[in-house]
């Protein structure tokens, strides 16, 4: 079966050309930088809207975080946005879904690639559901390659609109080492909304369970936002220094929840030895980011909620802790990274300042994932949380 990926799955030239295009562009259009900001404040306000209408009662975490999430993506990539009922919202969210679901069938073979080798392919295939998990991906290809022909009916090559956009006068470009085409080009976008949409909106998730659980985390966090911001105020990424116990917090929800509990898979290219562990060439490695952002070799009472940890005596924010890697490192590392800790922090201090977060009556939010899953730490999405619009 084809590879559907680009930026994690491939490598050689086409893992070069795609990356290099990718973080080129986003960093263009405004990953990690105050250029994006405006877009990610119009969202935050959609958010607080929506949280606001469920005030007073517990329920499930609104389905707006997930707009939210896909909106600022899409803006990126295809100038496109959604409403929080808009029906093809509702399309495109079942497709994210049903590739999710796939991914996780077809990470039996990442994590025991031994399986084609022992058993038969027809129970492979009955297995890892190859034909199912084919029908989705193409399902979804098929989505992005209309907007790709729509892009391509109103280019204007002196204005590109987004990274669709670029992508398509990259393509025209005469250029040898070239590995650009439309089929390229849905996959890197396959790539870019799998990296930056379903996980940026399970970590809001997360960490507004991680509040509710945990009271007075909310209360120092909303002190300190106070402080800083007027109320009803957006920040801003020149805020960030300003606010460290709320850099703090977002990091070490990030910690806790793990997201991508095992991170990409890598391949040895070469015959090593490792912690007294002979890695023959050509063995596929997994990185066990749960595990580590649970050690004790790395952290203290490392199953507390523990904000505190990430401030230094004097009180200032350090980011840089020996294992913590839940963006990975290397080559490889996340080329959404920017985005999601611009969204992260704008989100989490523009719902802290309106809403306090609690759990139902006489309850505790489970903080337990919905179940292992390779792919994504995903938390309970039955759980539910109290809204309370502060004064």
Same mark, same amino acid.
């Given at each position: 079966?084809?590879?559907?990926?680009?930026?994690?799955?491939?490598?050689?030239?086409?893992?070069?050309?795609?990356?290099?295009?990718?973080?080129?562009?986003?960093?263009?259009?405004?990953?990690?930088?105050?250029?994006?900001?405006?877009?990610?404040?119009?969202?935050?306000?959609?958010?607080?809207?929506?949280?606001?209408?469920?005030?007073?009662?517990?329920?499930?975490?609104?389905?707006?975080?997930?707009?939210?999430?896909?909106?600022?993506?899409?803006?990126?990539?295809?100038?496109?946005?959604?409403?929080?009922?808009?029906?093809?919202?509702?399309?495109?969210?079942?497709?994210?879904?049903?590739?999710?679901?796939?991914?996780?069938?077809?990470?039996?073979?990442?994590?025991?690639?031994?399986?084609?080798?022992?058993?038969?392919?027809?129970?492979?295939?009955?297995?890892?559901?190859?034909?199912?998990?084919?029908?989705?991906?193409?399902?979804?290809? #098929?989505?992005?390659?209309?907007?790709?022909?729509? +892009?391509? %009916? &109103?280019? @204007?090559?002196?204005?590109?609109?987004?990274? $669709?956009?670029?992508?398509?006068?990259?393509?025209?470009?005469?250029?040898?080492?070239?590995?650009?085409?439309?089929?390229?080009?849905?996959?890197?976008?396959?790539?870019?909304?799998?990296?930056?949409?379903?996980?940026?909106?399970?970590?809001?998730?997360?960490?507004?369970?991680?509040?509710?659980?945990?009271?007075?985390?909310?209360?120092?966090?909303?002190?300190?936002?106070?402080?800083?911001?007027?109320?009803?105020?957006?920040?801003?990424?020149?805020?960030?220094?300003?606010?460290?116990?709320?850099?703090?917090?977002?990091?070490?929800?990030?910690?806790? #929840?793990?997201?991508?509990?095992?991170?990409?898979? +890598?391949? %040895? &290219?070469? @015959?090593?030895?490792?912690?007294?562990?002979? $890695?023959?060439?050509?063995?596929?490695?997994?990185?066990?980011?749960?595990?580590?952002?649970?050690?004790?070799?790395?952290?203290?009472?490392?199953?507390?909620?523990?904000?505190?940890?990430?401030?230094?005596?004097?009180?200032?924010?350090?980011?840089?802790?020996?294992?913590?890697?839940?963006?990975?490192?290397?080559?490889?590392?996340?080329?959404?990274?920017?985005?999601?800790?611009?969204?992260?922090?704008?989100?989490?201090?523009?719902?802290?300042?309106?809403?306090?977060?609690?759990?139902?009556?006489?309850?505790?939010?489970?903080?337990?994932?919905?179940?292992?899953?390779?792919?994504?730490?995903?938390?309970?999405?039955?759980?539910?949380?109290?809204?309370?619009?502060?004064?």
């Amino acid at each position: 079966m084809e590879t559907y990926t680009r930026l994690v799955g491939s490598n050689g030239l086409v893992w070069h050309n795609n990356r290099r295009f990718a973080l080129r562009q986003l960093r263009d259009l405004g990953m990690g930088k105050s250029k994006l900001v405006a877009a990610v404040h119009t969202q935050a306000e959609m958010l607080i809207e929506e949280f606001r209408k469920q005030a007073g009662r517990a329920d499930k975490v609104p389905h707006a975080t997930k707009v939210a999430v896909v909106n600022i993506v899409w803006q990126m990539i295809g100038s496109i946005q959604f409403k929080v009922t808009d029906e093809r919202f509702k399309r495109f969210q079942r497709l994210i879904d049903g590739v999710f679901e796939s991914m996780r069938r077809m990470a039996i073979l990442d994590l025991f690639p031994w399986i084609n080798s022992v058993f038969p392919d027809a129970l492979v295939t009955w297995i890892c559901r190859r034909d199912v998990v084919k029908i989705t991906l193409d399902s979804f290809s #098929a989505y992005f390659e209309e907007v790709i022909d729509e +892009h391509k %009916a &109103t280019l @204007d090559k002196d204005n590109p609109r987004d990274l $669709i956009d670029a992508y398509i006068i990259e393509m025209e470009k005469d250029n040898p080492d070239s590995t650009c085409s439309k089929r390229d080009l849905v996959l890197l976008i396959f790539d870019l909304f799998n990296a930056g949409t379903q996980t940026t909106d399970n970590m809001l998730t997360w960490m507004i369970f991680y509040l509710a659980n945990h009271p007075k985390v909310q209360e120092r966090m909303l002190r300190e936002i106070d402080e800083v911001l007027p109320r009803g105020t957006l920040p801003i990424l020149e805020d960030k220094p300003r606010l460290p116990y709320t850099e703090a917090v977002v990091h070490e929800s990030l910690r806790k #929840a793990s997201l991508v509990s095992l991170g990409a898979q +890598h391949i %040895a &290219t070469r @015959d090593t030895q490792l912690g007294g562990y002979s $890695i023959p060439k050509g063995t596929i490695i997994t990185g066990s980011f749960f595990a580590m952002h649970d050690d004790p070799r790395y952290w203290d009472s490392p199953e507390e909620f523990r904000p505190e940890r990430w401030l230094n005596a004097e009180g200032k924010f350090v980011a840089k802790k020996e294992g913590f890697m839940p963006f990975g490192s290397g080559k490889r590392q996340c080329v959404g990274e920017g985005l999601a800790r611009m969204e992260l922090f704008i989100f989490s201090v523009a719902l802290v300042q309106n809403f306090s977060f609690a759990p139902p009556p006489g309850k505790k939010i489970d903080l337990r994932p919905v179940a292992f899953n390779p792919i994504l730490h995903e938390p309970k999405g039955s759980e539910k949380v109290v809204v309370t619009v502060r004064p």
